[in-house]
């Protein structure tokens, strides 16, 4: 018979740091950036300093990952987030998550009978760390989806909000952050991930002077228009699978002038509906050519003058790449084959890639270093064995840095033999005309 789960209320504790995060955050970062490729970090300047009661409002597309991101990009604030209530019920991991800086929050199919009483209260503890400056992480779209979009957002960031403000008054001076996450291919090692930070939302005047509190709606709008500034967010949804490609080839995550690629972006809401089905059309003719199936639209660009220029020095620092990661190489493809072996949704393929690595690695690592080491010297111990864990950590970070380079390599071979191709060519050039051309009208 399966043990029952305690469901018992426990309340977390009033604190706006701890060491436990403070360890952790740097095997997060670490494995954040081994696992993507930071392309670009925008509006860091308009983060509060870590003692400011902040909350940080982004959008949530990739599970656990997002939350991962966040907390490596914001050192040196510690981010505390709301997690299901569920993963609490044991008293040790109970006392990790609360290390964390991890809340419970308590969901319908918990099918607790209070559930709202609960969830009130970790609003109120939630409302007296911002009160000693915490910073709080929210995605108030509610849960996550693998689309490049902005789904409606849920009122409990503006709950938050007023709990604060019934607390103390003077938490009208809390900073409301909007983030965007952009990922190239989340799911993948070594892609391209950027990184928007936006000018904090204002909110001061939206307060009912007669109650103390925000009415949800108006903040909820402007946290909208705040982070629609900051991510790609492809609409109609309706006609997402037809647009997607089309914003794939301008390569949201790699341009020098994200205003106007979120612009040009923009205008798809701007289109007709008959000017949507004639790129639904064009789209269609693309798949049925086999276009995708070769080549991503990353690769392709909007055509073969944006093929990707491969550095002369790429090819020569391979045999350093190769040496460097030969250690780390079984093991990673190893983490990569339980992933797709374990994980069935898109969305925390790249979180349990992530958290295996980033605790895994370095315990693997060390201890590979000791065999190598008795090879190197003949001793089992001493300098041998860390000469050789930190080669072991540099070689793997330059390997996954090459590889990097060699995924563009091996993108824009496959992009070539697309545009060499007569039908598919065709069909890719006349799928991102219809696209242009119907934005040139509007």
């Not at 309340?11 to 490729?37: D, T």
């Not at 007023?162 to 952009?182: F, H, R, T, Y």
Request: glycine share 6%.
């Amino acid at each position: 018979m399966a043990k029952k789960k305690d469901q018992s209320f426990v309340e977390p504790p009033i604190q706006r740091r701890h060491i436990g995060y403070g360890l952790a955050v740097q095997l997060v970062q670490s494995g954040v950036k081994r696992f993507h490729r930071i392309e670009r970090i925008e509006g860091l300047t308009n983060l509060p300093e870590p003692h400011e009661p902040t909350i940080i409002v982004g959008n949530h597309q990739n599970g656990l990952m997002d939350a991962i991101v966040q907390s490596a990009m914001l050192i040196p604030n510690q981010i505390h987030f709301l997690t299901r209530a569920d993963v609490f019920s044991q008293k040790t991991a109970r006392a990790l998550l609360f290390s964390f800086n991890q809340m419970p929050i308590y969901r319908q199919r918990d099918k607790l009978s209070d559930a709202r009483e609960r969830n009130k209260r970790i609003f109120e503890i939630c409302a007296a760390r911002l009160n000693i400056g915490a910073t709080i992480g929210l995605f108030p779209e509610g849960n996550h989806r693998a689309v490049k979009a902005l789904r409606p957002m849920r009122r409990g960031v503006v709950d938050m909000v007023n709990s604060a403000l019934k607390m103390n008054p003077e938490m009208k001076q809390l900073k409301l952050v909007p983030v965007g996450i952009d990922y190239e291919q989340m799911t993948d090692f070594r892609r391209r991930l950027s990184y928007r930070v936006g000018a904090p939302v204002r909110f001061d005047d939206l307060i009912d002077p007669a109650t103390g509190v925000i009415p949800p709606g108006r903040l909820l709008e402007r946290l909208k228009e705040a982070m629609d500034e900051l991510l790609v967010n492809i609409q109609p949804e309706s006609h997402y699978e037809a647009l997607l490609p089309y914003v794939c080839a301008i390569r949201t995550t790699e341009t020098n002038n994200w205003a106007a690629t979120r612009d040009e972006i923009r205008c798809f809401q701007t289109l007709e509906e008959e000017a949507l089905r004639k790129i639904e059309g064009a789209y269609s003719r693309a798949v049925t050519a086999g276009v995708f199936a070769d080549a991503r639209p990353e690769d392709l660009g909007k055509g073969p003058e944006q093929l990707r220029v491969i550095s002369w020095w790429f090819w020569p620092l391979a045999p350093f790449a190769w040496i460097g990661g030969a250690c780390a190489y079984p093991f990673s493809k190893f983490i990569g084959a339980q992933a797709e072996k374990r994980v069935k949704d898109p969305c925390f393929k790249s979180t349990f890639k992530v958290s295996a690595g980033m605790f895994l690695f370095p315990i693997y690592l060390f201890l590979l270093a000791w065999p190598l080491g008795r090879l190197a010297s003949g001793e089992w111990g001493g300098w041998p064995v860390m000469a050789a864990y930190v080669f072991n950590l540099i070689g793997s970070r330059f390997a996954g840095w090459w590889y990097g380079l060699y995924l563009d390599w091996k993108g824009k071979r496959k992009a070539e033999k697309v545009y060499s191709n007569p039908l598919k060519s065709e069909a890719w050039t006349a799928y991102i005309a219809a696209v242009t051309t119907h934005l040139k009208h509007e």
